[in-house]
């Protein structure tokens, strides 16, 4: 992205995130950073300098999502999308509306949830069938933990009954595949994605990101394609960059999935934090267990509403150790995906050995999502300063079902944000897209609220302030990139990554953030997105 000249930005008020300089008027910016800070507009030659007026308007940072998968929000964004839908019947009536005029060879669909259906009961084969046998069909439900293939899929795929897949699993319901996969066995149907979709991909998902206010992400990415094809990917974002095609500021946080994969890579030049403003190395991503709406999240009881259930790791205990401790051995942090308290008990474990074997000052390890928790749990990663990558927009379905799923105890103390601010644990927000619509502001909302619209509510006695919800969409998600001490507040020698919005976010009723929307979104002073004016 080009640099342009210097410019003064002018607003009725902006909010730099800053204790020391809370607010002010002016801004100015040059080559991309802020170079300073006034509440009064300078004696300035014009000739040299552009002036950018938004005087009825506030500004704020920009948001930094700290986990999702942009590549895969790109895709979904291609896809039949299937969120909010209320029955299987509608899903059959989507999906035949969509076949109706796509043409490819595969149709691949997401974000279904058989809990907001209303014959809550997972979707089967036979019901795609009905709709479509004449190519493969692949649903995922919301979570990408599950998805539902059609026959054709099945036979096409070689899936039998007697296939066991490590750290996966296939229903089979009295002797009859059901298409239910479940984590691992996913593997089966999945098709690296060709580099031309992927960058058609990333350029559609930043476009939406801008439109959000969100200019920095860190994203999970390598599972679009096979293992062979990692450094391709890789190689496609440092292009992407050089080339000044990208948005978005980019942190990858790597899933390499073996450790002989993982060595590779760091033999081939894979440093954390290595690369540019616009792409660098990140974190070594590590998906640990399943999902809570798919009960494959690991837990140390079984589920409450199904005691036939723990849920699974998808990889072994000791294949988790191995890449754990080739990432401590290199420098390299972890982020490690941990739903249910057994895992997230795990992942803690082991950080604090090998802390202690491989010390570094400036090791920012973190547990994604982070949801099935307790005090003892939380003390300790505050103790240990063991961050958390969360996502509150999971409220707003998840508190439908946390109690069901774990019981009333346990609840208590899961989705705990304010408790874990309390035991020092770092927090980064994000939407773990295409998960849930990456709009920061609906997190936002439920971070200080956890209450639904409906008036359904979730422990609101652990909502934060304004002002912690909007610290972890900003500085504190870029203290998880190593870029806190240059990105998230708006003070010299700052990126220049700001949103312009016509309310003032911290003085509307949190109702209101729902509706909010930016009317600009500038990244290294360059306008990234404007809002039409009708």
């Not at 930043?206 to 190689?235: C, F, P, W």
């Not at 640990?288 to 205990?317: C, F, M, V, W």
């Not at 997230?344 to 074997?357: C, G």
């Amino acid at each position: 992205m080009e640099v342009t000249m210097k410019k003064i930005i002018a607003a009725k008020q902006i909010h730099t995130l800053s204790p020391e300089m809370p607010t002010c008027k002016y801004m100015v910016i040059e080559d991309g950073w802020i170079v300073d800070l006034l509440d009064e507009l300078p004696i300035q030659d014009e000739s040299d300098c552009e002036i950018i007026s938004y005087s009825d308007h506030y500004i704020y940072p920009s948001f930094n999502d700290s986990h999702m998968h942009l590549v895969g929000y790109g895709a979904y964004l291609s896809q039949l999308r299937l969120d909010h839908t209320k029955s299987i019947a509608e899903l059959k009536e989507r999906l035949n509306q969509y076949t109706q005029s796509c043409e490819d060879d595969l149709i691949v669909g997401r974000s279904w949830n058989q809990d907001e259906f209303l014959e809550k009961r997972l979707p089967t084969r036979f019901d795609l069938d009905e709709v479509c046998d004449d190519r493969p069909v692949i649903l995922y439900r919301v979570c990408g933990h599950i998805a539902v293939v059609n026959s054709f899929a099945l036979k096409h795929y070689s899936i039998n009954k007697d296939l066991v897949v490590a750290g996966g699993m296939i229903d089979v319901e009295d002797g009859v595949l059901t298409g239910i996969l479940r984590e691992n066995a996913l593997s089966l149907v999945s098709r690296s994605a060709e580099l031309e979709d992927i960058k058609k991909y990333i350029l559609n998902a930043q476009k939406q990101l801008n439109a959000y206010g969100i200019t920095s992400v860190q994203t999970d990415d390598l599972i679009m394609v096979s293992k062979e094809r990692h450094e391709a990917l890789l190689a496609l974002f440092r292009e992407m960059s050089h080339k000044n095609m990208l948005t978005v500021r980019i942190y990858q946080q790597s899933q390499f999935f073996t450790v002989e994969n993982f060595q590779k890579h760091i033999d081939l030049g894979y440093v954390q934090n290595s690369g540019d403003l616009f792409f660098k190395y990140g974190p070594l991503k590590i998906l640990a267990d399943g999902s809570l709406g798919a009960r494959t999240a690991k837990l140390k009881s079984h589920y409450h509403d199904d005691p036939n259930a723990q849920g699974l790791l998808i990889h072994s205990e000791n294949e988790v150790l191995k890449l754990m401790e080739c990432a401590f051995e290199n420098n390299i942090d972890v982020a490690i995906h941990g739903i249910g308290d057994y895992t997230i008990q795990f992942a803690v474990d082991a950080i604090k050995s090998l802390a202690t074997k491989y010390p570094r000052q400036d090791a920012r390890n973190a547990i994604v999502h982070c949801q099935i928790m307790d005090h003892k749990l939380m003390r300790e990663m505050g103790t240990h300063n063991i961050s958390a990558l969360v996502q509150p927009v999971f409220l707003e379905y998840d508190m439908t079902i946390v109690k069901n799923r774990v019981g009333e105890s346990l609840a208590k103390t899961s989705y705990a944000y304010k408790s874990m601010l309390n035991y020092g644990i770092k927090l980064g927000f994000g939407s773990d897209a295409p998960v849930e619509d990456p709009n920061p502001f609906r997190s936002l909302y439920y971070a200080i609220t956890r209450k639904r619209p409906d008036g359904l509510e979730y422990y609101t006695d652990e909502s934060v302030t304004f002002d912690e919800a909007l610290r972890a969409f900003t500085v504190d998600a870029a203290y998880f990139s190593h870029e806190d001490h240059f990105k998230g507040r708006l003070l010299k020698k700052h990126l220049a990554d700001f949103i312009v919005t016509r309310e003032d976010l911290r003085q509307i009723k949190p109702m209101e953030l729902l509706n909010v929307r930016p009317t600009a979104t500038y990244v290294g002073g360059v306008c990234v997105y404007e809002e039409k004016v009708m």
